[in-house]
């Protein structure tokens, strides 16, 4: 059987987007969602549930944008929102403003 990139399927609460495919790369959508359907034992209703999590998979292993939001994480279309924790106790974290 084939080791996929993509695992099962999880829901999330979706942002509803538009987009336009080539006819090919439908076609491969749909044919990989059944190959996915097949191997999890847990078939794809509806291709397009697979777009987000392939967006998803390319960003988290794409380098250069990781270093790219760690560099630069208000250029990389998410402000940071993390606060950077001082070193030492943990008890001495100024209060959040």
Do not use: C
Not at 44 to 60: D, Q, S
Request: aromatic content about 4%; cysteine-free.
């Amino acid at each position: 059987m084939a080791k996929l990139k993509l695992g099962a399927i999880t829901e999330d609460k979706p942002v509803k987007l538009t987009v336009e495919l080539p006819a090919a790369l439908h076609r491969d959508l749909v044919a990989y969602a059944d190959i996915l359907g097949r191997e999890t034992g847990k078939p794809i209703g509806e291709p397009a549930k697979l777009i987000a999590p392939m967006i998803e998979r390319f960003m988290a292993t794409d380098r250069a944008f990781a270093k790219a939001r760690r560099v630069r994480p208000h250029e990389a279309g998410r402000p940071e929102t993390r606060r950077q924790l001082p070193a030492g106790n943990p008890e001495s974290v100024p209060p959040a403003t």
